[in-house]
């Protein structure tokens, strides 16, 4: 209860325009953010010219999401001064938006936001669609935001107009805690604890949340995570993919009706949460990323205990395996990246091997790297010329099928414009 009332008495974040500067010194008076009915941003002819590979949209790490009229960058996470905490100082930052007509990229329009604290973390309202600006909260395609909470004892759906309500019931939580804490066996270096639901994934158009616990099978000897599912108004929950038969469970993702699950026994597991059909697949590795149409799998293999170089893909329907050519040399892949919104294509970091500044705490000559799904061929972009390395942090994002949002260590962002199929 202490959480729900401190949940309901934090405000909404608002977003507010001071004007774009029209490069004669002048500004455009303040104006509504461009929305999926209409935009104040005057419309600007693309250019033709579809010779550039990299261009640069501004200073800062910046995160993207999608309304009707076009794409809107923001700063990811949004920090202030004294923020999180009870001396919150409220400010502003730029962000920007780019029309869809605008093909070419070539004038982004700039805008100030000012943030406020939000339930969960901070975020903002654009039109009456509410977004996360922290990266905790998740966007369902419904348009509310989900997300677990630190004692993985509830889910929390938060609604476009603010309002937070939990989705899961919790009656016999504190029972079976209780029967957890007094097991004979919950003590020493084998110290575990009740995960009642956490790692929330939606799916099934944003209707259906998949998450994780240990809640059926904790004071059994196999006391792993199971994948559950269950309605976004908190009806319909049950179990999808059952520990005590297939092992411990993390979810890899989710795509459409289907949720894949990877288990301590390097197995991918599908789940088709409409139909109930369970697929196991012994790939021997470590999955990545499913597609977002449901076809492919990205992993990675394991060979005595270690996670190898090399990358496969996993074709859902005929389980067949391919490696995926063309790594370069001297690189090797770390962090997750990003499929395309159409499935085409996986987009990530390649790290350096080589590192020519130790003065960082990181690799410094990281390239961006395209995987092409129907061959199974991987394309080298680098990275803009003369500039300083692409940040090995965080994950690509995708503005459409052909360009992708890059972030480099000198605190600037590009898109890169990819070869056309």
């Not at 949940?7 to 004007?19: H, Q």
């Amino acid at each position: 209860m202490k959480i729900l009332n401190f949940l309901l008495v934090c405000g909404l974040l608002f977003i507010t325009l001071t004007g774009c500067d029209l490069g004669n010194g002048t500004t455009a008076a303040p104006s509504p953010v461009p929305n999926a009915e209409s935009t104040s941003v005057p419309t600007t002819p693309s250019k033709p010219s579809d010779s550039w590979a990299w261009k640069k949209i501004g200073k800062g790490q910046l995160d993207t999401f999608h309304i009707k009229d076009g794409v809107i960058l923001y700063p990811e996470p949004i920090t202030y001064k004294g923020f999180p905490g009870k001396d919150f100082t409220s400010g502003t930052t730029t962000a920007y938006f780019i029309r869809a007509s605008d093909e070419q990229f070539s004038s982004p329009d700039s805008f100030e936001i000012t943030m406020k604290p939000l339930a969960f973390g901070t975020g903002f309202t654009v039109k009456d669609q509410l977004f996360s600006a922290d990266g905790k909260s998740i966007k369902m395609a419904s348009g509310d935001l989900v997300r677990g909470d630190e004692d993985q004892k509830n889910l929390w759906l938060i609604s476009n107009d603010g309002s937070v309500k939990s989705i899961l019931s919790t009656k016999g939580y504190d029972e079976l805690d209780l029967k957890v804490k007094a097991d004979a066996a919950n003590s020493g270096e084998s110290k575990y604890r009740l995960n009642w639901s956490s790692d929330p994934h939606p799916m099934v158009d944003g209707i259906k949340i998949a998450f994780v616990s240990n809640r059926n099978g904790i004071l059994s000897k196999n006391r792993g995570n199971s994948v559950f599912l269950v309605n976004k108004d908190g009806s319909n929950e049950k179990l999808l993919i059952d520990s005590q038969k297939y092992g411990n469970l993390t979810i890899v993702g989710t795509a459409k009706d289907l949720a894949a699950a990877q288990n301590d026994k390097n197995s991918l597991i599908i789940v088709n949460a409409t139909s109930g059909e369970i697929k196991e697949f012994p790939i021997n590795g470590m999955s990545i990323a499913i597609s977002p149409d449901g076809t492919k799998v990205l992993f990675r293999k394991v060979a005595e205990a270690s996670v190898q170089k090399d990358l496969w893909l996993l074709d859902v329907k005929s389980g067949k395996e391919t490696i995926v050519d063309g790594f370069p040399q001297g690189y090797f892949f770390n962090l997750a990246g990003e499929w395309s919104p159409d499935s085409a294509k996986y987009a990530f970091y390649g790290n350096g091997i080589e590192v020519t500044d130790k003065t960082k705490g990181y690799r410094d000559n990281n390239i961006l790297l395209v995987i092409d799904s129907a061959s199974s061929t991987m394309s080298l972009y680098g990275k803009p010329e003369g500039t300083a390395s692409i940040y090995p942090l965080g994950t690509n994002h995708w503005i459409d099928s052909q360009h992708v949002l890059v972030y480099l260590d000198d605190d600037t962002t590009w898109i890169a414009k990819l070869k056309a199929d």
